[in-house]
Every structure is written in C-alpha cells, then in structure tokens.
C-alpha cells in the first residue's frame, strides 16, 4: 500500500492538538485512511446527479471532467404561448412552452471553458461551442475577484446578489424547456479546468493547500476532488497510483534518495540483553484478500461515462473489492491501475519486521529500506522506539506491472451534429384536397444544414404581425438550375428536364414508378408549377436531375410556360410544411417571414410572397372549342372537379361542393363583352362578337366559385 501521514494534515486543519493527534495515528494511516474501512471518498455518482441542496460540495476539477454540478441560482418558469398544428383535418392549438434561467456551480476551482453539454443525457452544446436548443450562456471562471452576474444582479438587485467569488458558474438565461417537458432537465457539462493533463505532483499540492510534495511524475488526464476531507479528496490519487509519502517538516513529501541498505549486523537488536530474531515475515491468510478487483472510471471514448475494468487475482480470496476512482482514464490505464492495485493488496499481506540498533531511530513511516544483500525494496509502515530499540514494520514497497491490453466497450452517445442557418420558403400552391379552401392558404417551409431543431417564425401581413408559430420538421427544399422548358399537362413528360440543388445536402430525393406516380408520389412545387418526377438521378453533393415528370398538377397548367433560372423547389410533405389560413381580404397583399433559428444571426433569414388565394380557385375550364351557327357564335367547354383528379373512362366526374357558373369573356378590336352561364357552352349573338369576318377574336372561360374564380382557359381565333 501507499504510504502517508497525517500529521501535516491534522496541524494545518486542527493546530497543535490536531497535530499531535495527527503524529499518534499517522503510523496506521493505511488502514485508517488509505486501506480497506468505513472511509466514505468520493463516488462518481457523485458527479453524475446535479443538486441543488444547501450545503453541497462543489468538486475541486482538475484537467477535464465530466461533471452535474449543483444548481445555486435559479429563476420562476417563465410561460410563452405558441400555435401549433394547422391545416386540413389538424386544428390550430396553442401550445404553452416554458423557459427559466439559471446558474449551476461547476467547480471550486477556476476552470478555464465549457466544451459539451449534456441535458438529460441529450447533447445540447457541441464540441464546436452551438447550442442544439435555444439559451443564453456564458461561463463564470470561478476567480476570487469576479463580479456579480448581471442577470442575477437585474433580478435580484446588487444589495441581494452574490458573485459566487471562488465558484465557475455556468449561466443559462431564458433556456427554453420544451424539449425536457417544461422543467429544467439534469445538467451534465464537460469541463474542467485545465487545457491538458494535470501533473499528479502538482494536483496533490493545490487539493492539500500546499501539504503534499510529490515528486510522482505521473499525469491524469482529469479529476474531481471531492469528499469530507482532505484525505478523502486525495486517498484514491495516492492509493491507485502507489505514490509514497512521508512527513518531512510538517509536510508530506515522496521519499528521496536510495532506500536505506540495512546491514546483517544491525539485524536482530534486542534490549537488555535477549535476542531477537533478524527478521520476523508473517503472511495474511488468502482468505483475507480480495479475489477480485473492479475499478470504475470515466471513459472519455464514451463520453465520460462510466466505464469498468476488473482484475482478477487466480490467488484464492473471498471478497470482491469495488473501487470508485473520480478520474478519467483510457480503457489501457484503468486496465493497469487495477492490475496494480489488486496486485499491492496481495503484497501487503506479506509483512516484515525487523529490530535495529538505536542508530536506526531517525526512520518514519514512507521510509524505503533494503536488506543488505536483496535487491527487494520493502517501505516502512509502522516505526517504534523502545528501550534503546527501534522496530520497523514493512510491507513490500509500490510496484507497477506491464500494462494489459483492454476494451472500453462501444460507446453509446448522440452525434454532435451541427445546426445551420434557416433557409425559408413561402409557396402557395391549388387546394391539395378534394375540395377549394374558404380562406387563402399559403405554407411555410424551412430547411437547413445540419441537425434541425424546431424554428420560430415571425409573419406578418404588410406591416400587421400574425400570430407566433414554429417549424417543428425539415422540409425538402431547393432551387433549380437552368429553367424548366415548356410542356403539356396531359401527357407524360419524357423529354423535359430540370437539375435541381437541395439545400441541406444530407437530404435525399428518389424515384418513383408509374403506380405511384398515380397515387401522388414525388409532388414538388417549382416556380407555381406543381409537378410530379418519377426519375430523381443524384448528381452528388445534394443535386438531383428530375426527370419523366407529369406536369401541370392540379390545376397549375398555366405556369408550365413561365419558368426561370434558380427559382424555388419544395417538395409537398404535410408533415413539414407549416400552413397559414389567411383572410380572403389579403389576396394581393404581400407575405413575409423571418426565421429565428438556434444559428440564426441578423440579418434574419427571411422570404416575401404576394398572395394570389390560389387554394381557393376553382379549377379552369377544359376542352374550349367555338363552332359558327347562323345565330352567333358558340362556345363549349367542359368543366373539372377537385374530387375527380383520376381519368376514367364512361365515368363522368364527380362534382365540385358549389353550383357551376363560368364567365365567358371575348375579346376583339371592337372591344371586350363578358357573359355568365350556369352551364358548360353559350351562344354569342353576332351582334356582341366584338370582331368582324377575317379579324382575331380571344375567347376565354373562368370558373366562377364561391370565394375566387379560376385563372383563365384562353382560345384564340380568326372570324
């Protein structure tokens, strides 16, 4: 076992007395402070569960850790309302979210940055310093002369306030609580306090104030000191790593020099004339011994969560020993810090004592010695003085074995994905259902780089802001390369083409067969055309060139002529686009929206449309023919219904919700005359044909529903 005594330690915290109770018990320190007993250290669940509880320890960190902390500051819920849902078939409903600001005590000892956070096990701030949810945050050092934080200060007033001087504080302000169920969810942080690892010699010195000198050479990559005491925050330190100690004028130094080389003849010194044995060995029975030992520890592979590594000892034993060391360490070291500490705790069964002259009578505790003759290095853990006679009591002295291969096990953790800036979309396309819509409907749709959490969106109308809402899910967006050429709406598309660049580049377009193609597969809308693609090829890097495209969907035939370069893509998926009910009065009125976005930054991401209450169109007229009659002129035409979308033969399509009536409108050099009909053809007299024999005539045929008419089916011809 290691050796150290207490006797700086019982003067600096207890003054003379405590030092001359610190020098009575410091030659039984193994057992009374390092070795097996009722010694309660630190525990990594210790790091593991955040508090808030008065009187809690904040851990001394060392190097980088992953720590809970203690929450030390905290404000009331705060309520926000917001809408959700929306659309056909899911009503509107106001959602009550919750946001608190708070400060958590990480560390009594100044750290120098926060890398991860973690909220209930989720990864809420990457290694890149973004946040996954929305918060203010900034770190508190944890220097003695550190200011009061202004946000405490503004809520609590400066009379009130503390700084919390001596403490690193992580701040959260206005953390948005929704994702963890409207409460603050359990903080985990990796932090820590230094920028490399921390040299065991110097971490021993500044967690005993100065009291331990070692001259170890060893380093631990991060640890949390922490416990009832001095010795419980250093114990494990000094006992897994063999480090040896002893009291040097009132401090405890590793041992220097040689070890003392005992000769035969000072072997055996007896008083009064009866002699001694030279040397006494006596072994502890195997059944006092642990057969096994099991050291847990913090994997940074694993992202500081416990890991495990046992060592067994093929020796006999009854007991499994279970050790809790607050450090981190690769699988290799831990592997090692148990195989060496299984390995003391069988030697220090093995006992020597041996009498020396009173020569001899300048040893301590931590002294190394030597029999002359050996080459085994024995440490001295008891050293009495009686009768002109000094007696040492030594066990074999720290070794360190060859290092084993060992496994951490697969990690389980979340990427740390990043978050992009927000790309907005505003598109308004026909009904999607079976029926026109009373209120004009236009969808908002957002994408990003990167991970994707729920983005606020302010609208408003002209200068009017509409109700909050939220983009809970990605949607597929884009926009194209080259222009769309022209093409009909009746046929299937073979020859037409359109390359198109997605803007998150994860994201993934596919083709669809014919079958589902006609059960409205692949629906896009580009430009005000919606369309439908069957071939989606992948070009690399989140480009697609759509091809065997049905063109014209739903009514939007009049769009396949007017498309251009880089004009917006969005593919039709309910589940990501947001939609917006608006008053039939805003038709010719302009749109806009701003994103808010975890990454987003001024100037906001934003998008403007002018609203033309498409949803609520009927759908235009088909098939307009004119024929000359002796009375006039007469026009036919043939009417289209949202609830038939499929061509079926002999089957007439079913009807629209609302009674037919179109608007028959020609056009010519002697004018322009307007009809309406309740039915599907009309005879012009001649006297109102605003054309004479030989001359253009434009005849076009609207639509009319109860909110808005159709866009417009044109013929042109000659008299």
């Known amino acids: 076992m290691a050796t150290l005594v207490l006797t700086a330690v019982g003067t600096a915290l207890g003054g003379p007395l405590g030092g001359a109770l610190g020098s009575l018990v410091g030659q039984t320190i193994d057992q009374q402070l390092l070795g097996p007993g009722p010694r309660k250290g630190p525990r990594l669940g210790d790091l593991s569960v955040q508090t ?53 005590a990480l560390s009594s000892r100044p750290i120098i940055r926060v890398k991860r956070i973690w909220a209930d096990g989720k ?42 001087r001596g403490l690193a504080l992580a701040i959260f302000e206005n953390f948005e609580l929704a994702e963890f169920g409207n409460r603050i969810p359990l903080l985990t942080f990796e932090v820590e306090a230094d920028a490399g690892e921390v040299p065991l010699a110097y971490l021993l010195a500044d967690a005993s104030a100065g009291l331990i000198e070692a001259s170890d050479d060893q380093a631990v990559a991060g640890y949390a000191a922490h416990g009832r005491s001095i010795a ?18 009132g401090k405890l130094r590793s041992p220097s020099g040689s070890p003392a080389e005992i000769a035969g003849d000072e072997l055996g010194c007896g008083t009064e004339g009866k002699s001694v044995p030279p040397t006494q060995r006596a072994r502890a029975s195997s059944a006092d011994m642990p057969t096994s030992l099991a050291l847990t520890y913090y994997d940074p592979t694993r992202d500081y969560q416990a890991g495990q590594m046992r060592a067994a ?29 299984l390995s003391r705790r069988w030697a220090s069964g093995d006992q020597l004592t041996i009498s020396l002259p009173p020569a001899r009578i300048g040893m301590k505790p931590g002294d190394r010695l030597r029999l002359s003759g050996s080459t085994f290095i024995w440490a001295a853990r008891r050293v009495t003085v009686e009768a002109m006679r000094t007696t040492v009591e030594a066990e074999p002295a ?19 994905a990043t978050i992009g800036p927000t790309e907005l979309r505003l598109i308004e396309p026909p009904a999607l259902g079976d029926d026109i819509e009373a209120a004009i409907r236009v969808y908002i749709a957002g994408s ?62 596919r083709n669809a067969d014919d079958q589902a193609l006609m059960s409205g597969a692949n629906l896009a809308m580009l430009g005000d055309e919606l369309i439908q693609f069957g071939r989606a090829d992948d070009l690399g890097g989140g480009a697609y060139r759509l091809s065997r495209l049905l063109r014209g969907r739903r009514g939007t035939e009049w769009s396949c002529d007017h498309h251009g370069s880089g004009e917006a893509f ?19 009125a302009v749109i806009g929206a701003v994103a808010h976005g975890l990454s987003d930054a001024s100037p906001w991401p934003s998008a403007q449309r002018l609203l033309s209450g498409e949803a609520m169109r009927p759908l235009s007229p088909c098939h307009v023919q004119t024929r000359r009659a002796e009375a006039g002129l007469h026009v036919a035409w043939t009417r ?56 253009v005539l434009g005849v076009s045929v609207v639509r009319v529903g109860p909110f808005a008419a159709s866009r417009e089916t044109v013929l042109t011809l000659i008299i």
């Not at 093929?314 to 690769?330: H, M, Q, S, W």
């Open 52 to 104: 808030s509880s008065y009187g809690s320890q904040i851990p001394r960190l060392y190097g980088t850790m992953r720590v809970a902390g203690t929450v030390v500051w905290a404000t009331d819920l705060k309520e926000e309302e917001a809408i959700e849902g929306g659309g056909k078939g899911s009503p509107e409903a106001i959602a009550y979210r919750y946001s608190a600001s708070l400060a958590v």
């Open 123 to 164: 990864l809420i701030r990457g290694a890149a310093g973004d946040f996954k949810v929305r918060t203010d945050f900034r770190l508190v050092a944890g220097d003695e002369d550190q200011p009061v934080d202004p946000l405490i200060a503004s809520i609590e007033t400066i009379d009130q306030s503390t700084a919390f």
């Open 232 to 249: 419980d925050a250093i114990a494990p330190l000094v006992d897994l790593n063999g480090i040896e100690l002893r009291e040097e004028m």
């Open 313 to 341: 000892s093929g020796a006999g034993g009854v007991r499994d020993e279970r050790i809790e060391y607050p450090a981190v360490l690769e699988a290799e070291g831990a592997k090692l810090l148990a195989e060496n500490a």
């Open 398 to 416: 720290p070794r360190v074995t060859v290092g084993l291969p060992a496994d951490p096990g697969r990690p389980v953790s979340e990427a740390d």
């Open 448 to 509: 990003n780089v990167g991970a994707w959490k729920a983005v606020p969106v302010e609208t408003r109308i002209g200068a009017e802001p509409l109700a909050p809402l939220s983009l809970p899910r990605k949607a597929v967006i884009g926009r194209a390369g080259a222009a769309l050429d022209g093409g009909s709406a009746l046929l299937l598309d073979l020859k037409g083409e359109v390359a198109i660049q997605l803007s998150d580049p994860a994201q993934r377009l």
């Open 570 to 588: 969005c593919l039709i998926d309910p589940a990501t686009l947001r939609p917006i009910d608006l008053a039939r009065s805003s038709a010719d």
């Open 640 to 695: 289209r219904s949202h609830r038939g979308w499929a061509w079926l033969d002999t089957v007439e399509v079913a009807p629209d919700g609302f009674a037919e009536l179109y608007r028959l409108t020609i056009r010519g050099p002697a004018g322009t005359r307007s009809f309406e009909t309740g039915s599907g053809s009309m005879l012009i007299a001649w006297a109102n044909v605003p054309a004479a024999a030989g001359q």
